[in-house]
């Protein structure tokens, strides 16, 4: 083989080996301007950003600037926008865009809206802080636990070349119980064991986000109780009046479903018949829903 054909070959053989790397791994790293992003190389040669680093982005002229602009980017869900107002000890932590996706899913929540913004300067000009209300979208799921309708919002802000919010300093206060009352959660336990409710979860197309279904016997026996029930089950239901979830403590496994939270907003209906047990239930958006049936 000649020296020519053979250097040919060699970096034919070394380009292969680099098209393999590319090939199985699909994942590279651009720096451009001190911004890091991974990268995924597709068949059609497009490239797709994931897990990017987002620029930290220059700082408003006054604090209801950083305030107003960033709960306009989350009314908006425009992540980038509101991730680059964050002040720089809370881009130590939150780097990237799915990062910030997930912070302020479980911080904030969906925001809808928010009330007129009250601003207080503080030392020296250098820091404020801004009160407001929020309307939120309320749900519930074992990642982010409850999302309440609405909360109290104290937003730190900081002077740091440009005014930027310190969500690590600001603290959100929610608003679990709007118009909910315990009158309302007994009536809402009483409905769902004389309705077919406690035979959903069973069902494959049953809920399973929100109950959790501690003593599967215990929903089982519930179901079978509430289908052979009489032409007017009220009859038969007895519950009493609803208690702490503290004070039940075979509720201590649901802060691994729900969030060190739980104890905050859930209650527990004690249910006398058919059966003997204790109804978990949360308060989501405008209604009380069963999430647990535990042992008494």
């Known amino acids: 083989m000649s020296r020519s054909n053979a250097a040919r070959d060699g ?17 590279g790293w651009v720096r451009e301007q001190n911004r890091a ?12 950003s994931i897990g990017a680093t987002a620029d930290l982005g220059p700082g408003v002229p006054t604090p209801l600037d950083a305030i107003d602009r960033f709960l306009l980017a989350e009314i908006d869900d425009n992540a980038e926008d509101s991730l680059a107002l964050l002040a720089p000890t809370d881009r130590q932590t939150i780097r990237t865009i799915n990062s910030w996706e997930r912070t302020r899913r479980n911080r904030i929540g969906r925001l809808v809206s928010f009330s007129p913004i009250e601003l207080e300067i503080a030392d020296s000009g250098r820091t404020a802080i801004a009160t407001t209300t929020l309307e939120l979208v ?23 070349e440009g005014w930027r919010v310190d969500l690590g300093a600001s603290v959100i206060t929610p608003d679990y119980l709007v118009a909910l009352t315990a009158a309302d959660a007994e009536a809402a336990a009483r409905a769902w064991m004389a309705g077919d409710a406690a035979c959903a979860p069973l069902d494959a197309a049953g809920d399973r986000a929100t109950f959790r279904s501690s003593v599967p016997a215990l929903t089982e026996a519930l179901c079978s109780s509430s289908s052979s029930s009489s032409a007017s089950p009220n009859s ?17 496994g649901l ?34 829903i069963v999430i647990d049936v535990l042992e008494r």
């Open 236 to 252: 038969d239901i007895v519950v009493g009046p609803p208690i702490e979830l503290s004070s039940v403590k075979a509720a201590e």
């Open 37 to 48: 992003e991974a990268i995924v190389f597709t068949p059609d040669d497009r490239v797709v």
């Open 138 to 160: 309320p749900s519930l799921d074992p990642i982010n636990g409850l999302t309440p309708p609405s909360a109290s919002a104290e937003w730190h802000l900081v002077d740091d």
């Open 255 to 288: 802060t691994a479903s729900f969030g060190s939270s739980i104890p905050d907003w859930a209650v527990v209906v004690p249910l006398y018949a058919p059966l003997a047990a204790d109804l978990v239930l949360a308060p989501v958006g405008d209604q009380w």
């Open 11 to 27: 970096l034919a053989l070394l380009g292969g080996l680099a098209f393999g790397v590319v090939a199985v791994f699909g994942v």
